[in-house]
């Protein structure tokens, strides 16, 4: 199985061009693809629907998207009737396999006063590949300061360790209620006929995490390093797919600076896919694929044995 996440930053790459069309390319032959910084309706990329249009480019591909931050971007006509739009932007989600369910995750903001600040967010899947269910987030954290991403990172790590408990997008069939209840529930066909949606275990979470290995950030996803044990796989948390893959190759930095000398004037390893402890048994293959364009930063592909 070949996963690859990738913040595409709305597609504008380091040559300054807007092609989504050279994203779709560049992730074409991934069986699951992250992307962040996905957006709908704003002037710099023409008012486009880009979830509709990189639909379009992956046709093979069940896709979601997460609206992390919405804001109005309608219009009034001089008839007086509304368009209505909203200026989003977001992670999304692609995959080869049904995506069974899918839950938005909003991620805690600090408001800020000298820097812009926005709303950002995750998305949690539950795909059914030909290996059995596996639950994939998407995910983009604050590029503004360790505080609001540790934060951040908090409120996923309570999704993930709560998700057996709070289970799939609905539970129960609800054979066992009341008479007059049940009835009604098979008579409107609430589960539309079709079976409950798994919550599986097995977990892979991608994204643009903005901070750097060993980070606070870093450890509070994979844990620090331990005196006498090294670093514990726990199974609450997860484990770096960089670090366990049986082979890697090539640089491992994710973004780099646009030309000529933006700050900090180097590349930077930003981007991750974390897994859980007993998939990161599994990973064969990690690398950045140093050649893209089409954005700031490079994607990160993960080869697993499934």
Sequence with gaps: MKLVTYNIRFGLG???RTDLGRIAET???????????????????GMSDQPEILGRHLKDFYWVYCPAFD?????????GTVVNRRRQFGPMLLSRWPIRASRIILL???GTVNRLNMDTGGIECVVDTPSGPLRVYSIHLSAVSTRERLLQIDRLLDCHRHAQTNGGAWTGDGLFADAVDAKHLIEQDWSNGETLPPMPKETIVMGDFNSEPESEEYQRMVGTIDPFCGRVGHLDSFVDSW?????RSGDSNTWLPD????????????????VDPHLGRKVKHAYVDSAAQGSDHRPYWVELDL
């Design 259 to 274: 030309p000529p000398d933006c700050s900090p004037g180097h590349g930077l390893r930003l981007d991750y896919c974390f």
């Design 14 to 16: 380091i040559d300054q």
């Design 27 to 45: 992730v074409r032959d991934a069986d699951i693809i992250g992307l962040q910084e996905v957006e709908r309706f704003w002037k710099r990329s």
């Design 108 to 110: 805690p903001k600090l």
């Design 243 to 247: 670090t366990v893959a049986n082979d």
């Design 71 to 79: 804001v109005d971007a309608s219009e009034r006509k001089g008839d």
